[in-house]
């Protein structure tokens, strides 16, 4: 059943690992430690967001790109409220 809910990009597939890395280490971090991995976090979700492969009439590419635009969003609010309290 798991197998269904994957999305079959090399891309993705590749980063995914790191991704949920970063986002480990953001729910652990604090303060700077937290911001930086943050910033980390959208850098590299926007590699996938500006991907030249990307099609849109692809179901994978679409779940790719708002698994991506998700994680940025969330980055950049981590990033907001942390850059206002500095």
């Known amino acids: 059943?798991?197998?269904q809910n994957k999305i079959h990009c090399h891309k993705f597939c590749q980063k995914e690992p790191f991704l949920k890395k970063i986002t480990e280490e953001i729910n652990q971090a604090q303060g700077q430690e937290k911001l930086k991995m943050a910033e980390k976090l959208r850098d590299e979700v926007e590699l996938l967001l500006a991907c030249?492969?990307?099609?849109?009439?692809s179901l994978e590419c679409q779940s790719c790109r708002l698994i991506s635009q998700?994680?940025?969003?969330?980055?950049?609010?981590i990033i907001k409220i942390l850059s206002s309290l500095s």
């Open 1 to 3: 059943m798991e197998e």
């Open 52 to 57: 030249e492969d990307y099609d849109p009439e």
């Open 70 to 77: 998700t994680r940025k969003k969330t980055a950049e609010v």
